[in-house]
């Protein structure tokens, strides 16, 4: 807004020369030529809608790669909407960057959005362009959804499944690296520090929608998030056997280099945790299949509050929090 | 998100002491207990949708007050739903916030945020919290609209009339103040600086929807949002006397502590500029009766490009530029 004069790049150039090619011409967008935009009324049809904020030195470090930032602010958005069941249609951009900020960035930046935008098909219906000392990106995403299908977080009963998608902890052994808290092999290194700079989402949310009910992404911890699922009312006896580490992972866990507590406990894995129905094992294994996904039957939903593993109790070690809010 | 721990104020007592009495408990919000919000399709009405970010330091001062800080975000999007001729229907709020926040600060920024949206009549769907070093609060804005009835930026024709809602430049004058760079007296003082502090957003958009096809809000300055308008294309011919200042602007303007070319080039008045077929002359001056607001004629489109004042060509002072993008 107002006051956007950059040194090397004016508020012109990242729109025209950047951003506008990421309205995919859409009528909605007005091709930035409006003071807002607008999302058409389809029959039937409701919008669900995320808003995710990343910000530097928080969610990412200082001098972490352009794409790396543009994957995070899409994953977690997209993510989000899985997590309801619905697959993304638009969003707005929230872009606050410092005045140094140059053109090789925002290439970067941009490029890395075009190339998630085609991937899991949506396009920018506009946004804002501020000033800043942090850069911090806020986006809301949209999605269409028809009526009263989206999966909520209050319906989960005794005895359904806990099922989770891929693998959980990896993101949190990358995000040691980065702090130099963990000392492996590069080609491990390699590895997870790709999982937590480019951490991408299980989009399997709008295939579950007749089979799920409970569903919440794991942008927390596996504990942490599987807890907010719970809702304070249900419990979950956790077979540890059937925790679904990355066979990377594993060979930290077995060489104690890391806790698997602390794995479960840590992270931004961007996979789904959602419950179904005993008599959907079947159709949900074969939704794996079908996708080439891993989706890991890890407990039940039992009377007794709190998460077991084994029958024993785990307190969560992060004590942090996220709902939208 | 994730490592969201505040000296003085946890995520959950800003979501729950705070914010949570700003969702009116409508379903739409999932009372904050789900990844994300949503908006129920309403039959043949499509949804405008803006985004405005404000920043400390750049859009508000480092200790303005929190009501302030609320009312101008608020204002922002408000004014570019207006524009669209839209009223406001729900928001989310991205909060990023310094450690050192307080319990006294969110409570009054949220009290503000509660009497606009009674105002106005919208609610929040959700949004997120994050830490920052500075300030900074994203929101997005949805009202419904009639399919297609979203006035655009468009369809401006040679002779439609131009018309400016409210008073213009009062905003800006307060701003100077702020900065120390005009020395006035004390009751005049508050004046232009609670224009600037508290601006309102000229809610009359929606009216407007049958009788203008183009308009904008004045976020960046009479004449830089009014060539905006005209898109370059265009021109207009404004008569200096017809330019509505006010009472109060006026008095500065002749006693010559302030040029009204400044006054014309600056400001955040949240006004609306639109243009209308002379036709309708009438009906708008109906319309502004009707509404007890000032809406002045100031000048009708001309095929020369550029914008005129009694004839001599008036080139903005003020570079900066804002769309959506």
Redesign the interface.
């Known amino acids: 807004?107002?006051?956007?004069?950059y040194n090397h790049l004016?508020?012109?150039d990242?729109?025209y020369k950047y951003?506008q090619r990421l309205n995919f011409k859409k009528l909605e967008s007005?091709n930035?030529?409006?003071?807002?935009?607008?999302?058409?009324?389809?029959?039937?049809?409701?919008?669900?809608?995320?808003?995710?904020?990343?910000?530097e030195s928080?969610?990412f470090f200082k001098y972490d790669e352009p794409e790396s930032i543009a994957q995070k602010i899409v994953t977690?958005n997209l993510?989000?909407?899985s997590?309801?069941g619905?697959d993304p249609y638009a969003y707005?951009?929230?872009l606050?960057i410092p005045n140094k900020t140059n053109h090789v960035w925002i290439k970067k930046f941009t490029n890395k959005l075009l190339y998630l935008q085609k991937k899991y098909n949506f396009f920018l219906?506009?946004?804002?362009?501020?000033?800043?000392?942090?850069i911090?990106i806020?986006a809301?995403f949209?999605g269409y959804?028809k009526?009263k299908h989206?999966i909520?977080?209050?319906l989960s009963a005794i005895n359904d499944d806990i099922w989770v998608t891929g693998s959980i902890g990896d993101s949190f052994i990358g995000l040691l690296l980065k702090k130099n808290k963990i000392n492996i092999d590069k080609k491990l290194q390699d590895y997870f520090l790709q999982k937590y700079l480019y951490p991408t989402p299980s989009m399997i949310g709008s295939q579950l929608i007749n089979y799920s009910k409970s569903a919440?992404?794991i942008?927390?911890g596996f504990i942490g998030d599987l807890s907010k699922l719970l809702?304070g009312n249900l419990g979950a006896d956790i077979s540890y056997a059937k925790i679904p580490f990355s066979r990377n992972a594993s060979i930290l866990i077995n060489k104690k280099l890391i806790s698997s507590k602390k794995l479960m406990c840590g992270g931004?894995d961007y996979e789904l945790i959602f419950t179904s129905s005993v008599k959907n094992e079947f159709l949900i294994r074969a939704l794996a299949n079908k996708n080439k996904t891993k989706i890991s039957k890890v407990c039940r939903i039992i009377e007794k509050k709190g998460i077991f593993i084994d029958g024993k109790k785990i307190h969560n070690i992060n004590?942090?929090?996220?709902?939208?809010?």
């Not at 219906?125 to 942090?134: E, R, V």
């Open positions: 807004m107002r006051i956007n004069k004016s508020e012109q990242i729109i951003l007005f930035f030529k409006n003071d807002g935009a607008f999302l058409f009324h389809k029959l039937n049809q409701d919008i669900a809608i995320t808003n995710d904020t990343i910000v928080i969610d977690c993510s989000d909407l997590s309801m619905v707005t951009l929230s606050s219906l506009g946004g804002d362009i501020c000033k800043s000392n942090q911090q806020s809301n949209f959804i009526n989206i909520t977080r209050e919440i992404d942008s927390d809702n931004d004590n942090s929090y996220q709902y939208f809010f």
